[in-house]
């Protein structure tokens, strides 16, 4: 995947820094993209708490960015308040919420063969811990006034797939209903919501699939235009911007960045 001579050299720090003074709660921030984002934000001069069940991950990445680490079950309400309160309680505001963690596990597949436990904890992790960090930043933010919340969702959720993982394509769908009517909801008290939908990413998820199962995965690259993966820093970068007031136009949106999928009906040979 990374020898693809399509794949971009790794950006530069950025030398913008539109986030100086800002809180930003990352979930996922051990790894993948949530933590080429944790980097990102942190680089453009947000304080950056970073949540993660992997206390390993989590701890590597708070110590990197110089940010506060809290170990959290995403599907836990109790300790989704406590991450939230943490942010609060440490920097004195929530600014940012990205709301990334997320699961896609290999049992996750055909709706003939995917059982109801695997439905369920792929829901449980990638909507439910969505709508459960989006009601607990939510009165931080109608207090200062202001805020910005980005919920991870995916390309799935605006297009079918014949290589189906049922319960993930449909999570991804509810964080796109979901973000889409928080923003409309919440936007003249000065908050934005909006859903990132990235294209496949070159992250330990999809390095797991492609190990698995490599014909499977491969059956994903032919369709992007571009004729590679996204990589996390690409993906951070938009992350960046929607969590920015250069995106203070941009609310209740899909934000795609999929290299083109979305719009392909033929791709180059």
């Not at 792929?122 to 811990?129: A, F, G």
């Not at 995965?217 to 032919?222: D, I, Q, S, T």
């Not at 951070?236 to 007031?245: C, G, N, Q, R, Y």
Request: glycine residues 10%; contains cysteine; aromatic residues 6%.
């Amino acid at each position: 995947m990374t020898d693809n001579p399509n794949t971009p050299e790794p950006p530069e720090a950025p030398v913008c820094r539109r986030l100086v003074g800002r809180t930003a709660v990352v979930t996922g921030a051990g790894s993948g993209i949530g933590l080429a984002t944790a980097r990102r934000l942190a680089s453009e001069g947000a304080r950056v708490v970073c949540a993660d069940i992997d206390e390993s991950g989590g701890k590597a990445a708070a110590d990197e960015v110089g940010g506060l680490y809290v170990r959290v079950d995403v599907t836990d309400p109790e300790q989704v308040e406590a991450l939230f309160k943490t942010a609060y309680d440490t920097y004195g505001s929530v600014d940012v919420a990205f709301n990334n963690a997320g699961i896609s596990p290999p049992d996750d597949d055909s709706i003939l063969t995917t059982g109801l436990d695997a439905w369920k904890r792929v829901q449980d992790v990638n909507l439910t811990s969505v709508y459960l960090c989006c009601k607990a930043a939510l009165p931080y933010m109608q207090r200062q006034g202001k805020g910005s919340i980005i919920n991870t969702a995916s390309f799935v959720a605006v297009m079918g797939a014949a290589t189906s993982q049922i319960s993930y394509t449909a999570s991804k769908g509810g964080v796109l209903a979901m973000s889409r009517e928080l923003g409309v909801q919440f936007a003249r008290e000065g908050i934005r919501v909006n859903a990132l939908c990235p294209g496949p990413v070159n992250t330990p998820l999809l390095k797991e699939l492609f190990a698995k199962d490599p014909e499977r995965a491969a059956r994903r690259l032919v369709h992007i235009p571009v004729g590679r993966f996204a990589e996390p820093e690409e993906i951070a970068a938009a992350v960046a911007f929607l969590a920015s007031d250069d995106s203070s136009f941009v609310n209740a949106a899909e934000f795609l960045v999929d290299g083109g999928i979305a719009g392909a009906y033929v791709t180059p040979v």
